[in-house]
Structure formats: structure tokens, C-alpha cells
């Protein structure tokens, strides 16, 4: 579905960058093989989807908060990149660490003109340095919103983040947005340069790491932390505008007699919980989408697509929402 999205052209039917972007994937996809992830975290408002849309030279034209999961393709000259931009927002942190084994590098963005946040940054921060599956990764710490006049100063943003390791650590302090003229910030594009060469000069070291630490995340205990989050995420979800949330989904309104879910991965890994076991960690919050007179109702796949899961199409169990615990209407007529 992703995928599909990302295909979609933001501008007219023949212009220059369309065509160029046909020429880029012929050539890439005879010459570059190598398919990577990267992760994109930071406290919610950090400038995380913004920056994903800079790289990929799209204006970005709503403001909404990522909920739970967005993936995007970015092409550089050297690898195929999925960047996986992981929702900010508290309740959505228990999911980021499900991403990190098959992850060869992370930006983290901070908002470098909230000062009353950070503290909270830095100690989120600190969390994703110190996970054994990202120490020694290459990570990419971006201090943004330069630009704005309650900006910290440099030294002090540094500072209160750090201290880092310069072998496996890089600090900017940008404008994440797209420049005028299609342009991305020097210094971010420094930065960015800076995790391609990493990835690229460990890539032997990384691409072992990555396939081992998938292998090692045990099947049981992302299940247990799915579950976990989802049930802690309930509560938030109850509280959101339903308007928002359908800005950032796309509908697979087609996919709906699946029930065995696989997690999203560029590797083909994937972790499957039994339809019973999913039923269950999902149930709270499917009664908080429950269909109401006045607002729009969501279907398992949309509620599955917010965890960063997708439907695996191979099963083909029967999971009519009707089957679902408490018989709730779903409104996928
Ligand atoms: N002034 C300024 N504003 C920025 C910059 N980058 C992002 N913003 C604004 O910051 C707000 C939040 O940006 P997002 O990209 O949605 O933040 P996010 O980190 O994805 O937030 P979550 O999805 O909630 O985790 C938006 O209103 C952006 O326009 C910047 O460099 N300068
Ligand atoms: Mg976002």
C-alpha cells in the first residue's frame, strides 16, 4: 500500500522530476541492490515527517501527528531506503523498539526551539544510544527548527543531549524544511551524507547485525509488546480527533477476510500472533473505534495499519468483523 503511495506523482503529468525519478529507478534498480532501513524517532512534534518529506523533496502540506507508523521510500545513490517515521507521541514509543534490529541507522530529530522538552529529548534520547540493537549503529542527531527565535544556542543544545560518541554519533542543528527552490538545509544535507557514507563503510558489519538481531527478536515477546502497547495506547486513541487520524491512513478496504498478521519488514522477517491472541490485545481499542452516529468508524486493517502490521495475505482466515470479540459494528459494509 506504501509502495503504492509512494508511486503517486505530486506533480503535473509531464514534468521534468517525474521523468527523471522513471530514469532513477531503471538505473537503481540495475545497479543498487542493496535495500536498507532506517528509522526516523523523536518526541511527537519533533519535525520528523517534515524532515522525511524534505529528502524526498515533497512540500509538505499537512501538519498532522503521525499515528503509530508511516514508511516511506527514499532513494539515495547508493541504497534503497525504507525510512520507517514512528509517531512521537508517548503512547506510540513502546512501538519504536520492534524496528530497531532491522534498522543500519537512525536520525533522531529534537526540536531544538522547545526547551521546555528538552529534557524529556534527551532522556528518549539517551534510551535508543544505549538499546543493544542500535548501539554502534549510525545515528544521526538532528536539532531542528533553527530557523525560529526561541531557538537554542548550539553549544547548549549539544550539550544537553550529549555527550556523543564522534565514531558512531553525528549533531546537526538545521531548518528540516524543503528550501525554497526545492532545496534541503547544507547542514542537514551534511548530516544526511554523513549516515549514507556510515551505513555504506559498515554496511558488511551492519547487514550481519541486522539479519542476526531479527532472527534473535523472539516471536513470542513482540507479540507480549504488541499486545502491552496496544492496550496502553487505548486510552490516547479514545481522546484524538477520528478526522485526523483519516488524513494519515491510507483504506485497504478490499483486504478485509484476513486474520493473521505479519509485521512489516523489508528483510521478509515476520512475526505472526495467533487471530486469538490478536483478537484480545486489540479489543479495547476496537470498542474505542466503535461506530458512533457522529463519527467515522475504522476497520481492522486500518487499526492493524497504525501499529505498523500489515495483513498477511497468505492466510486467507476467515476474519469478518462480525467474528471480532463483543460483535461490534466496524463499518466495513
Ligand atoms: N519553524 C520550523 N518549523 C518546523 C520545522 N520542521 C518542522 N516544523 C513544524 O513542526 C511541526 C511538527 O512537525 P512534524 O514533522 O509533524 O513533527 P513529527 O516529529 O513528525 O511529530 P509526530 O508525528 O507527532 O511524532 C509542523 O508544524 C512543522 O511544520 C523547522 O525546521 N522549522
Ligand atoms: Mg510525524
Not at 15 to 32: P, R, T, Y
Not at 160 to 185: K, M, T, V, W
Request: with cysteine; aromatic share 10%; glycine share 6%.
Amino acid at each position: 500500500m506504501q509502495e503504492q503511495n509512494d508511486r503517486t506523482c505530486a506533480h503535473s503529468t509531464s514534468c521534468s522530476q517525474c521523468c527523471f525519478d522513471c530514469l532513477f529507478e531503471i538505473f537503481h534498480s540495475c545497479w543498487c541492490h542493496n535495500d536498507i532501513v532506517i528509522l526516523l524517532l523523536g518526541l511527537n512534534n519533533a519535525g520528523k515527517s517534515t524532515l522525511l518529506s524534505t529528502i524526498r523533496k515533497e512540500e509538505r502540506k499537512d501538519h498532522f501527528s503521525t499515528w503509530g507508523f508511516d514508511g516511506k521510500v527514499w532513494k539515495t545513490h547508493k541504497f534503497r531506503t525504507m525510512v520507517y517515521d514512528l509517531g512521537g507521541r508517548k503512547s506510540f514509543r513502546g512501538i519504536w523498539p520492534h524496528y530497531y534490529a532491522e534498522a543500519f541507522g537512525v536520525i533522531f530529530v529534537v526540536d531544538g526551539a522547545d526547551e521546555s522538552r528538552i529534557w524529556e529529548a534527551s532522556v528518549e534520547l539517551k534510551a535508543v544510544m544505549e538499546h543493544p540493537y542500535l548501539v554502534g549503529k549510525p545515528l544521526l542527531i538532528v536539532a531542528n527548527k533553527l530557523n525560529e527565535s526561541k531557538a537554542l544556542k548550539y553549544d547548549d543544545l549539544k550539550g544537553a543531549l550529549g555527550p556523543f560518541n564522534a565514531s558512531e554519533h553525528a549533531f546537526i542543528y538545521c531548518d528540516c524544511r524543503l528550501q525554497s527552490g526545492c532545496l534541503i538545509d547544507k547542514e542537514l544535507q551534511v548530516g544526511l551524507d554523513w549516515l549514507v557514507a556510515s551505513i555504506e563503510l559498515h554496511y558488511n558489519q551492519l547487514e550481519g547485525r541486522v539479519e542476526y538481531e531479527l532472527a534473535k527478536q523472539d516471536e513470542k515477546e513482540l507479540a507480549k509488546n504488541l499486545q502491552s502497547t496496544v492496550l496502553s495506547t487505548n486510552e490516547d486513541i479514545k481522546c484524538e480527533s477520528h478526522e485526523q487520524m483519516q488524513t494519515q491512513i491510507e483504506l485497504d478496504e478490499t483486504n478485509l477476510n484476513i486474520c493473521t498478521y505479519e509485521r512489516k519488514s523489508m528483510h521478509g522477517q515476520s512475526f505472526n500472533i495467533s487471530t486469538a491472541e490478536y483478537e484480545k490485545s486489540l479489543a479495547p481499542l476496537i470498542e474505542s473505534f466503535k461506530k458512533t452516529d457522529d463519527e467515522p468508524s475504522y476497520t481492522p486493517t486500518q487499526i492493524a495499519e497504525y501499529f505498523g502490521i500489515c495483513l498477511n495475505k497468505t492466510q486467507n482466515i476467515e476474519c469478518h468483523p462480525q467474528h471480532l470479540p463483543g460483535q461490534l459494528n466496524l463499518g466495513v459494509d
